[in-house]
């Protein structure tokens, strides 16, 4: 049964199952003939040696719609980084393998350290940051979407729910959080958000009173997913988190940035 209700000042877009793939397909090629959409994925060069990645890519490859896709590869040597630009050979869109753990990057890292420009962390969020920095200086992207390399049932549908907010130009939308129920077959998924994310807040409420902030962030389903999207036209003003912070940093920096009614969460799958 589908889930109807609002949570707080947030608008929640629920997978209602009313509007078919093709059909999403089919408006979202209609906007990217103005609106180019990139994609971003951020993976350890372990994720290409799992299950879940051989069909990302091909659930990826059927894809029509992205202008361009941006790997950021971290922890991978020469022999690593030549297999994964091998590896990724088999998407059909325009892409780009960003080598981070390279001699070039470890270069510009030292050099942009020097200024105290640098990300103090490893992680996730430089992966993305740095990413975010290509695709800045592309100039080429009105739109742009991240997921994790992990999703073992991942389909495309995914991927179209979460761009579609952002890429309607109908729809006043600059950030889209992805969300779908952790659950497997014999058991509850996302523990942390579960046991440790909204238990936090519910404690800090209770202890620093009633912030809009707070209730912001317990707007959504599920913070800590990795699957957002974006109108690219916010990044220059968007402080990426350097750590594994990512998720609830770009949270925090739409509430910064914008106003409720910019952001926006959408279920992409059902679990």
């Given at each position: ?203 800090l409420k209770k202890v620093v009173g009633d912030r ?59 679990n």
């Amino acid at each position: 049964m589908s889930d109807f209700h609002q949570n707080g000042n947030i608008a929640t877009l629920h997978n209602l199952r009313t509007r078919s793939l093709d059909e999403l397909t089919y408006e979202l090629e209609t906007f990217a003939q103005t609106r180019k959409m990139t994609l971003i994925l951020p993976c350890l060069y372990s994720e290409l040696e799992t299950d879940a990645m051989p069909n990302i890519l091909a659930e990826l490859s059927k894809v029509t719609y992205l202008h361009r896709i941006i790997i950021g590869l971290d922890r991978a040597d020469e022999a690593q980084f030549r297999h994964a630009k091998e590896f990724f050979k088999g998407l059909n869109q325009r892409h780009m393998v960003i080598w981070n753990d390279s001699p070039r990057m470890l270069e510009l890292g030292a050099r942009l350290d020097a200024l105290g420009l640098a990300p103090s962390e490893q992680g996730k969020g430089k992966n993305v940051w740095t990413a975010l920095g290509y695709l800045m200086s592309c100039q080429d992207s009105s739109v742009m979407a991240l997921h994790d390399c992990d999703i073992v049932t991942y389909t495309n549908e995914l991927l179209a729910r979460l761009i579609y907010p952002v890429a309607n130009p109908h729809f006043s939308y600059q950030v889209a959080k992805g969300y779908y129920a952790r659950v497997g077959n014999d058991h509850l998924n996302g523990r942390v958000t579960r046991l440790l994310v909204s238990p936090l807040l519910i404690a800090l409420k209770k202890v620093v009173g009633d912030r809009d902030f707070i209730e912001y962030l317990r707007c959504f389903r599920y913070p800590l997913s990795g699957e957002f999207a974006m109108r690219t036209g916010i990044l220059p003003d968007l402080r990426i988190p350097s750590d594994w912070g990512l998720e609830i940093g770009v949270l925090s920096e739409a509430w910064r940035n914008l106003a409720p009614k910019a952001v926006c969460q959408v279920e992409i799958c059902d679990n």
